[in-house]
Structure formats: structure tokens, C-alpha cells
């Protein structure tokens, strides 16, 4: 393992491969790490992207410290959605530093070019993460390096400065030049796909953050899976398909309630809150789960009584229904997850180095 010169941040997208390759092509050893949790990464690809990037890669969990962070609030506050960019930055470096003495590396590499998003790398916030990281002697950024000050691998001439870059803006036509250079031919698309930049998945993951009492990991894969509603604390998803139903049983955990329609198909549902579910809680959720069940509702039409079947640990309750939408339980939605976030706004940190 002790073999390395710098360990590269890597997330898949066309600048970490850059960077890394960048730094190759000088005959530095880089191990790239890939951290992974339910909002961002694919450490599925890790092996496809080995092969057709010539890179050496490790994915990383790094669900649980996320999702700490989250629950301790950002300090730099949320993006345009719940992404909170800088922070997000700050732990990967905090973290892709912590593994630094494994690898024997002596320097940090992240592929973030100067300008290119509006948050998080301008260049006081690239300062900031770079200081509040704690990786102001290790940190080289080398799409960007030559319009920053030289960093220690540059001047103990681990690395060649000359031959580093000085990208700039949100352009990508240097950024396709040098795949091109190094015969990259399946190229990333922009983004990056994380989960919080998005507004669907917002909605999905705000009500976890703010309404539970201590959301952790396996919250947060749940709210990635079938169709969400809540009521006050009380939180019920419903899958919409084989895929979700069978999602649910690697998530259902002690204390959740387990709902499905007794003798006709239907989904199954998951029923999850920081406290006690009560009588009529229960009985309006087991209405709404039969409701996705279309031949529990023609049944119910024609008179025939319909239960569904809750249940928690080894205890298993029929609950009579009448299968129902017009319920207490509502699906979150963007609009007031943005509000709600955007009411959380600080001012901006002091974003000095
Ligand atoms: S887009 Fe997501 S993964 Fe990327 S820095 Fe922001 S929070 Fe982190």
C-alpha cells in the first residue's frame, strides 16, 4: 500500500481522470479513491472505469461521516438544492487526508478548476476548503495549479509545476483537449449526478433531515425508495414496484411497521417516525397502502371488507379499511423543501484564507 506519491479525490467526472492522468504522465504514483454514499458515487464502476482510464481506484464509504455532517448542519449552508458543496468538499479532503500515511502519499490531488462552479470553486472558496480541510501544505490542484501559489510538491520538485495547467471558467474545451491527449474516448457527462443538486431527491431527503429526531444512513436509502409521504413525525413509503418491494426488506429494521394488503396484491409499504405510532396513524396509512392495490379498491367497491396486514417485530395486527387517497399522510414537495431551506440561508462565512 506504501507505494504511492499523492492520493487524487476521484468522483468519476472528466477532471478527476484529468488530474490524475496529468500527474501520471510525470511518473507519480496516485491512488485514486472514489467516496461513495446514498446521495453520490457509483462504487460499482470502479472496475469499468480502471479499465478504461488506466487509473488505480478505491471506493470509500463515506456514508456515515455525510450524513453526520448533515445532521450537524453545514457550515457553509446548502447550494441551489440540499447539496451542501463546500462542506461536502471539506470532509472528502478531511478524510481522503486521514488515509494519506496507508498509502505513504506526501500530497492531496483534486481535479477542481478555478471558476468553474459558482459555490464551490471560486477562489476564496477554494481557499476555504483548502484551509478548513486542513490540507494547505498537501493540496494540489493540478487542472488549475499555475494559477494558484505553488504548492509543496512543486517546490520540493516532487511534482513539475511547468507542467501543470491553469484552467479557467466553465468551458470544457481544454478539459476534452487533454482527454484527447491522453486517448480518453468514453467521456463522463457533466454533473456528476449527485442526488442532492436535484429537486426530486430533495423533496425526498428534507423531510428525513429535518423531521426526524436522528436520521442516519439507512433513513436516507429508504427515502431513495418507492413513494414517500408524511404526517406530522410519521413517515410511510410505498414501493411501486418488485424492485422497491424487494429494497425494503434490506432496510426494514427494528421498530418500523410493515404494511400489506391481506389476500390481494399490492404493494408492500414501510412505516417509520422517532416516536410511537398511534391507532389512527396506523389505520390511515393502511388506508392509503390499499389504495395502490387496484383490485383491493375494486373489491372494496363491491362491498367486500378489506385489511391490511401491519407488522412490527413478531407482532402482526389486521387493520379493517377502506381503501382511501383523501388522507392526513401527504407527499413532501420541492416547494416547501425549498422554502424551508432556503429560511435555514446564513450569511455567506467569512471566506478568507
Ligand atoms: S454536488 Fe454533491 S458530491 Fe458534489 S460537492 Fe456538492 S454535495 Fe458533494
Redesign the pocket.
Known sequence: MKNYDGIALF?GGLDSILAARLLMEQGRTIKCLHFYSP??GHPGRVEHWQEVYGLDITAVDASAPFVDMLKRGPDYGF?SAM???VD??ILMMRLAKAQMPSYGAQFLVSGEVLGQRPM?QRRDTLNVIRRDAEVRDILLRPLCARLLDPTAAETAGLVDRSRLLGMNGRGRKEQLALAEHFHITEIPTPG?G?K??EKENTRRFWPVLSRLAAPDVNDFRLADVGRQFWHENFWLTIGRHRFDNEAYAGLLREGDLHFKVAGFPGPIALGRSSRSWNPDAVREAASLVASYSPKACKASEEGQRISVRVTRGDQIQLVEVIPSRETVFHEPTWESARDELHALRKPEKQNRD
Open positions: 468522483s446521495f453520490f447550494g447539496n451542501p458543496c461536502c468538499k464551490s456528476g449527485c442532492l443538486t
